[in-house]
């Protein structure tokens, strides 16, 4: 039995949900609990925009919840008074 494009990509990125989940369960450290959290709801909602049919909203919704809202959430908890950490924030959401 063959699957379709469709069922192939919607259960990769299912697999890599549960991969990214598999973080905040088992790891101690708190940034990669706080990236498994963020990549695993990524990664749900673009196996679910996948089997909608939405390829460029499945693209956004993985690279959202696996790059976009951990960098920027990190870049915010880490050492607040730091010149080149502020910098680089304000750069990169400008």
Known sequence: MTLSPTA???T????A??????FPLFSSLAPHR???WCAATGYL??????ALGRRRAA???ALLGA????AGRAFRLMAPGHQVVELT???WIS
């Open 34 to 36: 706080l990236w498994g």
């Open 8 to 10: 192939r990509w919607t």
């Open 17 to 22: 949900a549960a991969w990214a989940l598999s």
């Open 59 to 61: 693209l956004a919704a």
């Open 89 to 91: 924030f304000r750069s």
């Open 45 to 50: 909602g673009a196996a679910a925009a996948t």
């Open 67 to 70: 790059v976009a809202v951990p």
């Open 12 to 15: 990769g990125r299912l697999l």
